[in-house]
């Protein structure tokens, strides 16, 4: 299991504005970012696995985060807004990380998976994953609630099956959450969801959860330069768990 304090490419439409980055060239002829190196090393360094036991996902170490689709720094054009998605996949930046409370997130993906399925080779769509999150209120957390919940992301998403659910919850005091984490795996027993994972959990819930035999496959937390926290005590629970 992989404690993933997760670099988070925020997604823009502005990306071919910008200054190409060190590594990367572009050509003025085709506004793509292309790789200036393409060996096989190259690629699969851009790329990582996280994994608990049986269940693993492999996605990029760096991930189109969708916040800012939420509305808060305002509006979005919706076909802007996919085609910045389309161009990030086509760069190689096919990870992209939302939940369902940022705002139009969820259906935007359903847009852009769809447009790659109409313009897009089949085996181009192996390298495209959709990680969502789930916050639900603090209500009793029967298996009926978390499958609804759960069943409106792959709507919206417009997949049978969701790549990552991470899942978050507000109060420690109120232990439902591991009733919604069983839930939650039995949905991914019958193939609703490929890989439970995490968001902002503590050590000590996070301990708890693996001795329930939960199998988390990550943990997204808060880590910079100024938050290190995660390399504490979050990380070496992970490494005993991957151990």
């Known amino acids: ?13 502005n990306l071919y504005n910008s200054r190409p980055c060190g590594g990367f060239r572009r050509s003025e002829k085709s506004r793509v970012v292309r790789c200036c190196e393409s060996t096989v090393e190259v690629a699969e360094k851009k790329k990582t696995v996280v994994k608990n036991g049986n269940d693993s996902l492999e ?47 969820e259906d935007l993906y359903g847009i852009f998976i769809n447009k790659v399925r109409r313009e897009r080779p089949p085996e181009y769509l192996e390298n495209v994953r959709g990680l969502t999150k789930w916050v639900p209120p603090p209500v009793k957390m029967t298996s009926s609630f978390v499958r609804d919940s759960i069943n409106v992301s792959l709507k919206r998403m417009d997949v049978p099956a969701l790549d990552m659910l991470q899942f978050h919850w507000w ?15 039995d949905l991914k027993e019958e193939g609703k969801i490929k890989t439970v994972a995490l968001t902002n959990f503590d050590t000590l819930r996070l301990e708890k959860i693996l001795e329930n035999g939960i199998p ?10 100024v938050d290190m926290r995660p390399q504490q005590r979050i990380a070496k629970l992970c490494q005993l768990t991957w151990s």
Do not use: E
């Open 216 to 225: 988390v496959v990550s943990n997204q937390v808060q880590h910079s330069i």
């Open 59 to 105: 996605i990029c170490r760096v991930l189109n985060g969708m916040w800012q689709t939420s509305g808060g720094w305002g509006r979005i054009d919706r076909d802007d807004a996919v085609q910045a998605m389309l161009r990030y996949a086509d760069a190689g930046l096919s990870t992209f990380d939302m939940a369902d409370h940022y705002g139009p997130a």
């Open 1 to 13: 299991m992989a404690a993933t304090a997760m670099s988070v490419h925020q997604l823009t439409s």
């Open 171 to 185: 109060d420690y005091a109120n232990t439902g959450y591991l009733d919604a984490l069983k839930h939650l795996t």
